[in-house]
């Protein structure tokens, strides 16, 4: 199974972007889908993650301006991002964390120029 993140770009300050990550084949099982992200020199952190009951939490960076959403039936999970800041530039990996195992996307490049 392998994840595709899609949705990324390059955005000015302000700007909105919402990414999407999809599943190449159904997974089962799943307890969280999330975002992460690494900036250049920087460890990969956590963006936002949505339990299999839907809580939520949110790196304190990005509390009320992201929004992350998953859909079971279609194994996809979205992150919409409003108000960006040039520090929310970075490469956003989705991830997949089911009871067997833990799948990881390839990144996608989100830009913020100011």
């Known amino acids: 199974v392998q994840l595709q993140a899609s949705g990324g770009g390059s955005v000015q300050a302000g700007g909105s972007l919402r990414l999407s990550c999809a599943a190449s084949?159904?997974?089962?099982?799943?307890?969280?889908m999330g975002w992460y992200r690494q900036a250049p020199g920087k460890q990969r952190e956590l963006v936002a993650h949505?339990?299999?009951?839907?809580?939520?939490k949110y790196a304190d960076s990005v509390k009320g301006r992201f929004t992350i959403s998953r859909d079971d039936a279609k194994n996809t999970v979205d992150l919409q991002m409003n108000s960006l800041k040039p520090e929310d530039t970075a490469v956003y990996y989705c991830?997949?964390?089911?009871?067997?195992?833990?799948?990881w996307g390839r990144g996608t490049l989100v830009t913020v120029s100011s």
């Open positions: 991830s997949v964390e089911s009871v067997l195992y833990n799948y």
């Open positions: 084949a159904r997974i089962f099982s799943i307890n969280v």
């Open positions: 949505i339990t299999r009951v839907g809580d939520t």
